[in-house]
């Protein structure tokens, strides 16, 4: 099956950093999605992008699809933005999932 | 619109024990799917419903795992016996057309 690689697994920052998190895909894909978990465990929709930039406040996404990768820019980050930032592509219809990468923002 | 809604959001039982996870997808929602994540792995693929008929289940770990989505609506995840190692966060999400995924909140189950 595709492969999904996210890079780092783990990342610290104070508040008020900026941060890049990667996720890296084997294949072409029909699909992706950037999710945040947070604390509590409850999964979040960021951004579904398949390709091009998307901006949502403080957070922004690009997806070379060509090259198969994409990008989460976190901007100015605050503590609530700690958790697992997982990108998740589409082959078909099931969602692959990397395993995330672990973001603690310290005040 | 309503989301995606889980029930329960949190559960402890026994091993050899049964539970029930029910979830309500986002209304007109033909596509459903099962996903759990074991402590510190990644998200899994457990199956894939088309309105009421399964159309993959590959990723369900046993037979210990039964899936249903009467009418095509709510769907519910029933785990009998529980094993200690089911214990993770199963997520539910649904679909339609081309718009991506959108995911219940999860039900955090602790097998002891």
């Known amino acids: ?107 | 619109e309503a989301g995606v809604t889980q029930f329960p959001s949190h559960s402890v039982i026994e091993k050899g024990q049964t539970v029930t996870l029910r979830c309500d997808p986002i209304s007109g929602h033909d596509n459903l799917y099962w996903y759990r994540r074991v402590m510190g792995k990644e998200i899994k693929f457990l199956l894939h419903f088309v309105k009421e008929s399964k159309q993959d289940e590959s990723g369900m770990p046993n037979n210990r795992f039964l899936a249903e989505r009467t009418g095509g609506t709510y769907s519910t995840l029933k785990v009998q016996p529980a094993e200690l190692e089911d214990s993770g966060v199963y997520f539910c999400a649904s679909s339609q057309g081309g718009n991506g995924y959108t995911f219940g909140s999860g039900t955090r189950l602790t097998v002891v």
Not at chain 1, 68 to 90: K, P
């Open chain 1, 1 to 107: 099956g595709i492969q999904v690689e996210q890079s780092p697994p783990d990342l610290i920052l104070q508040e008020g950093a900026n941060s890049t998190l990667r996720c890296n895909f084997s294949d072409s894909v029909n699909n992706l999605q950037w999710f945040h978990q947070n604390p509590w465990g409850q999964l979040i929709n960021l951004f579904y992008i398949p390709s091009g930039t998307k901006q949502n406040g403080r957070l922004s996404a690009t997806t070379v699809a060509t090259e198969r990768y994409s990008l989460l820019y976190i901007s100015s980050s605050q503590t609530t933005d700690s958790g697992v930032y997982f990108c998740a592509v589409v082959m078909g219809y099931a969602l692959n999932f990397g395993k995330g990468t672990s973001l603690l923002v310290t005040p």
